[in-house]
């Protein structure tokens, strides 16, 4: 079956430390993989996304991904955590020519100052 | 601007009340498609068009009907709401064709329902 498993509910970090975000999915095709952000009273907002070519993949708002098909894993980076970053991040896994997006069940990220 | 418009964004009904979130993007996509977003679950398919007259059942379909009569428009209709179907609903769209289909969602800001 299709899934996406964030394992992480809420992460807290402190402004300028780094953040990584943990996405493991379940997709019997080449999946396509997103990153999105919900920011508080905000519908969902694409961060990146990967298709093919380059692993680490490069999106708005300083964040990058690296697709790991060997683990099955999509993981968010940021070297240094600004405390606008505080919102919640969903992964998810999709075609172009798919019917659907699945969501992962989202990782609520707080910033400390 | 480009964009999805949901209405209303916020509404309290009563049980078995019926209405309509309505939705509607500007963007000429021929996909759109409706969500419910519930604390740990993430977001569910609740039905999901692929263009005008075109409509399936997504994840969670039960107790929602939709209709796509226009392209622009992609309405949520809750004949008999219940308490259940108390959350946070999202619209989304995307093209389906050519090198705009990259397969991002375009999201409206959601509409908040509490069914009493």
């Known amino acids: 079956a299709q899934s996406v498993t964030q394992p992480d509910i809420h992460i807290t970090v402190s402004e300028g430390a780094s953040l990584e975000l943990r996405c493991n999915y379940s997709y019997g095709a080449t999946p396509y993989l997103f990153w999105y952000v919900q920011s508080p009273g905000q519908g969902l907002q694409l961060l990146l996304k990967y298709f093919s070519g380059d692993t680490l993949v490069q999106g708005i708002k300083g964040f990058e991904a690296e697709f790991k098909r060997s683990q099955s894993s999509f993981n968010l980076r940021k070297p240094s955590v600004h405390w606008s970053d505080a919102a919640e991040y969903f992964c998810?896994?999709?075609?172009?020519?798919?019917?659907?997006?699945?969501f992962g069940a989202g990782t609520r990220l707080f910033v400390k100052a | 601007e480009a964009q999805v418009t949901q209405n209303p964004r916020y509404l309290i009904t009563v049980t078995g009340k019926k209405l309509t979130v309505t939705c509607s993007q500007n963007?000429?996509?021929?996909?759109m498609s409706w969500y419910r977003q519930d604390p740990g679950l993430g977001l569910r398919q609740i039905y999901y068009?692929?263009?005008?007259?075109?409509?399936d059942k997504g994840d969670v379909p039960e107790g929602y009907k939709v209709s796509r009569k226009e392209k622009r428009n992609f309405p949520l209709i809750l004949e008999s709401p219940s308490p259940n179907q108390t959350s946070l609903y999202f619209c989304?769209?995307?093209?389906?064709?050519?090198?705009?289909?990259?397969?991002?969602?375009?999201f409206g800001e959601g509409s908040r329902l509490t069914v009493l």
């Open positions: 998810a896994v999709g075609n172009t020519g798919g019917f659907k997006t699945i």
């Open positions: 989304a769209s995307r093209p389906t064709g050519g090198d705009a289909n990259t397969g991002e969602l375009f």
């Open positions: 068009s692929m263009n005008v007259e075109v409509t």
């Open positions: 963007m000429n996509h021929e996909y």
